[in-house]
């Protein structure tokens, strides 16, 4: 791999690689080649009702062949961060069947039993009610045993049309309010627990990876957290402008109009000489 060209890329998927049942311009191509200049291609998603054999099934179906080994997920970085800091802890999971089986799956014990939780998950849950919530209360409050972290850090899931639905940081408002206590970790983008999930599987050099998405507050900060490249993409969320009044934690060091546009950066080593504190154009991205 050459010094002035990345080691790997790592894109969001909705906004960015596809707009919901299909492919964005260029991004099948971008993908194949960007792997076949032997760089490492993987792709995240906070998300936490699918799990990456979902997403790889979905891009693998749009033309992307693609192993569930390349794809995180929300759920990914949370059983990762319960294995690895809170081994043997009972769970109480706030969330959809893919949250309660990727627990099960990784041979977690999950509880209803507020005297035997260690830790609560708080999650998008379509089937909050009062029973969980009271569950979760006397898990910390009453027992003063379990701790509170959640999947993303995300306040609503958006839907076309400009709708929305609560997501897991309305979950975890409601735990925090009751019980008086704080998430010990959020995982998600742009939580920097997620890319130490991702950097510790993969081995990442923040310096030499890019961090590719459609949204200044999740794709941009959490790239800019852990100190990578950042490249946004204006086929999603972001509007052209919304890169220069971004704060600077979410200012993304180029702005590119397609996906494609990161083909041409990754041959010509532009990211080498890129300041890393000022977000470029899409032509000064290219020079």
């Not at 977690?108 to 609560?120: H, K, N, Q, R, W």
């Not at 923040?206 to 590719?212: A, H, L, N, S």
């Not at 977000?279 to 020079?287: P, S």
Request: charge should be negative; proline fraction near 6%; glycine fraction near 10%.
């Amino acid at each position: 791999m050459r010094a002035d060209v990345p080691d790997a890329y790592l894109f969001d998927l909705d906004g960015t690689i596809y707009l919901g049942g299909g492919l964005l311009p260029g991004a099948r191509d971008t993908v194949i080649e960007l792997r076949e200049a032997g760089a490492t291609v993987l792709f995240c998603s906070n998300n936490p009702t699918k799990t990456p054999g979902d997403y790889a099934e979905k891009l693998t179906a749009l033309g992307i062949p693609t192993d569930e080994r390349d794809v995180y997920t929300s759920l990914v970085a949370t059983v990762e961060w319960i294995t690895r800091h809170r081994p043997g802890a009972t769970v109480f999971p706030i969330g959809e069947q893919p949250l309660l089986g990727a627990l099960i799956a990784a041979g977690i014990t999950v509880s209803e039993d507020p005297e035997a939780i260690d830790l609560v998950v708080a999650s998008y849950d379509r089937h909050f009610d009062y029973r969980k919530l009271q569950i979760a209360f006397d898990a910390i409050w009453m027992h003063k045993r379990a701790e509170l972290v959640a999947t993303n850090p995300d306040r609503y899931c958006p839907f076309p049309g400009g709708r929305g639905e609560p997501d897991a940081a309305c979950v975890t408002a409601a735990i925090e309010a009751g019980t008086g206590t704080r998430c010990v970790a959020v995982f998600g983008k742009p939580s920097v627990d997620f890319f130490d999930v991702i950097a510790g599987a993969r081995g990442l050099d923040p310096q030499r990876t890019v961090m590719v998405g459609d949204r200044l507050a999740t794709d941009m900060a959490f790239g800019r957290a852990w100190g990578a490249g950042t490249a946004l993409v204006l086929t999603g969320e972001a509007q052209p402008g919304d890169a220069e009044l971004a704060p600077g934690a979410e200012r993304p060091h180029v702005v590119l109009s397609g996906i494609d546009q990161l083909v041409d950066l990754h041959r010509s080593g532009a990211w080498s000489r890129l300041e890393r504190d000022l977000t470029t154009t899409e032509r000064e991205a290219a020079a």
